[in-house]
């Protein structure tokens, strides 16, 4: 393995450990560009205001929320992972105009992600999370 590889394996690892530690500086310090691609939605979180506006989001229903690793790969200017996502229902969730109240539930959902660096480079570009979100609503019993 060469040395920007194994680089860029560990900025994956660093962000996705960051990510679960709610440091969001430090996690935004591992982009070159902050940018989010949510491939289940559709929706793009382009630039520092909104990848911190997506992390508020996703944390006010789920502030525990985290990961675990189960396999890296790396291929050209991208590393691949696969996850587990978990985290405990504590507060509102937002879904279209709905608001669902906290149910104290448990979830844990295996998703992949795609994570783009810049030809040499060693700072993230882009997150794509690949996912389907009606796998936590029904971890949720909510579905």
């Known amino acids: 393995m060469n040395e920007l590889m194994e ?3 560990q900025t994956v690892r660093d962000h996705m450990a960051l990510e679960c530690a709610c440091d969001w500086d430090a996690v935004i310090a591992t982009f070159e560009h902050p940018r989010y691609e949510m491939y289940g939605t559709g929706t793009v979180y ?3 205001e909104a990848v911190r ?3 508020r989001a996703s944390r006010t229903p789920f502030p525990d ?3 675990e690793i189960i396999a890296l790969a790396h291929a050209g200017d991208t590393v691949l992972v696969e996850f587990w996502l978990t985290g405990t229902h504590l507060g509102p969730l937002r879904v279209g105009g709905q608001v669902i109240e906290p149910t104290g539930r448990r979830f844990r959902v295996r998703m992949a992600a795609s994570f783009e660096f810049p030809p040499g480079g060693d700072k993230i570009i882009c ?3 690949y996912f389907d979100a009606m796998q936590v609503f029904q971890a949720l019993a909510l579905s």
Do not use: A, S, T
Request: charged fraction near 40%.
């Open 127 to 129: 997150e794509r999370p």
């Open 65 to 67: 929320q985290g990961n």
């Open 7 to 9: 680089r860029r394996l």
């Open 46 to 48: 382009d630039g520092e």
């Open 53 to 55: 506006g997506y992390f």
